[in-house]
C-alpha cells in the first residue's frame, strides 16, 4: 500500500504523533505553528488548539485529558482546549533551550528530550517527571547533547532508546523501571553523516534519526530527517527496511488504527528550500500507510488523582 496524506494535515514542523485508541484519533504538535491537532481520522476532521509556546511534545492521561511539554514547562489539560495547568519546570534556561521529543513509559512517567537552539552548548538533556505520588520529581538522566529525540522502549521495557539526532547515532541503555536507573550506554545505530555541500536532490544521504517508534517484534522504526525515508532496524540495530516518503524530512512515526496496524509519520516543512517544496508539496503533513506487523500501543500518563 503506498503513503497516503491525512487531509489538512500540514505543518511547520509536526511531530509527537500518538494513536488514542478509546477516542479512534490521532493526536500530533505542530512545534513552529504553536499547535496541538487532532484528528478523527474515520470523521477526516482536523482540530487545532493555538498554544503560548511551542509544544514540544504531548501524551495521553490515564482517565482523560493530555501533558503538553511546552517551552516553558509540563502542562496538564483536562480538556481538549480547556486550562493548562503546571505540573513541572524543568532546569534549563528557556531563552536558548525548548522540549522536544517525548513519551510516557509503561509505568506513566512522562520523558522529554530537549533541544540546544544555539545547535552548540550541548545543553539538551533527556528528563523523567513523575506524578504519580502527588508532588511531581524531575530527574535528569542524560545531558551533554543538542536535539534530544528517538525515545522508545522495548517491548518489555527493559531497553530505552534515545538519539541526540545531529550526531546521527541512536543509543540503547538498560532500563530499570522500578527504580527508574539507566546504564549500559551502548551505540545501537549509527548512519553516516550528512556529506559536504549536500541538497535535498542528492539522495545518497539517508539522513538523520529523529523521532521513533517500537512495534511488538521490538523492531525500532525511524523517521530519518533530510533523508525522505523511514527506517525499521531489527533489535540488533540492522536496517532491515527503508520506506520512502513524498517529503524531504519525516520527524516521528507512530502505530495507530483499531490493529495498530497503521503507520503514521509527521513531517516537516518549515526552512526547507522553495525548489525542494514545489517538488514535494505535501512537505509538513501527516502521512500513512498499512504495515504488516502491528506497533505498541501508547503509554498513558499516571498522576495521583
Not at 64 to 89: C, F
Not at 187 to 216: I, M, N, S
Not at 232 to 244: I, N, V
Not at 284 to 291: A, D, E, H, K
Amino acid at each position: 500500500m503506498p503513503w497516503q496524506t491525512l487531509p489538512n494535515s500540514r505543518c511547520e514542523l509536526g511531530e509527537s504523533p500518538f494513536w488514542h485508541p478509546l477516542e479512534s484519533t490521532l493526536y500530533w504538535v505542530d512545534i513552529a505553528g504553536r499547535q496541538l491537532l487532532r484528528a478523527n481520522t474515520y470523521m477526516g476532521e482536523v482540530q487545532r488548539w493555538d498554544m503560548p509556546t511551542e509544544p514540544g511534545c504531548i501524551a495521553p492521561v490515564a482517565g482523560g485529558g493530555l501533558v503538553i511539554a511546552l517551552r516553558n514547562g509540563i502542562y496538564r489539560a483536562r480538556d481538549w482546549g480547556g486550562s493548562l495547568e503546571l505540573v513541572a519546570t524543568l532546569p534549563y534556561d528557556t531563552a536558548t533551550v525548548r522540549a522536544n521529543d517525548g513519551k510516557c513509559d509503561p509505568q506513566g512517567r512522562l520523558w522529554v528530550g530537549t533541544v540546544d537552539e544555539t545547535k552548540s552548548a550541548d545543553a539538551a538533556a533527556l528528563y523523567s517527571i513523575d506524578c504519580r505520588s502527588g508532588t511531581a520529581q524531575v530527574h535528569c538522566h542524560v545531558s551533554g547533547a543538542l536535539t534530544g529525540n528517538g525515545l522508545a522502549w522495548s517491548p518489555d521495557a527493559s531497553t530505552l532508546y534515545w538519539t541526540d539526532t545531529p550526531r546521527h547515532t541512536v543509543v540503547a541503555f538498560s532500563h530499570a523501571s522500578n527504580t527508574n536507573v539507566l546504564s549500559n550506554r551502548s551505540d545501537f545505530v549509527k548512519v553516516a553523516p550528512k556529506p559536504e555541500g549536500w541538497t535535498w536532490k542528492d539522495r545518497r544521504y539517508q539522513g538523520r534519526p529523529d523521532g521513533a517508534a517500537v512495534d511488538v517484534h521490538g523492531h525500532y522504526t525511524a523517521a530519518m530527517y533530510e533523508g525522505r525515508v523511514v527506517c525499521r532496524f531489527a533489535t540488533d540495530g540492522s536496517l532491515q527496511q527503508e520506506m520512502e516518503l513524498p517529503a524531504q524530512c519525516p520527524t516521528m512515526p507512530c502505530f495507530g488504527g483499531e490493529d495498530l496496524r497503521t503507520l503514521y509519520v509527521t513531517t516537516a516543512s518549515k526552512g526547507r528550500p522553495a525548489d525542494e517544496l514545489a517538488a514535494l508539496p505535501d512537505s509538513g503533513s501527516v502521512f500513512y500507510r498499512q504495515v504488516a506487523t502491528p506497533g505498541l500501543p501508547v503509554n498513558f500518563m499516571q498522576f495521583a488523582d
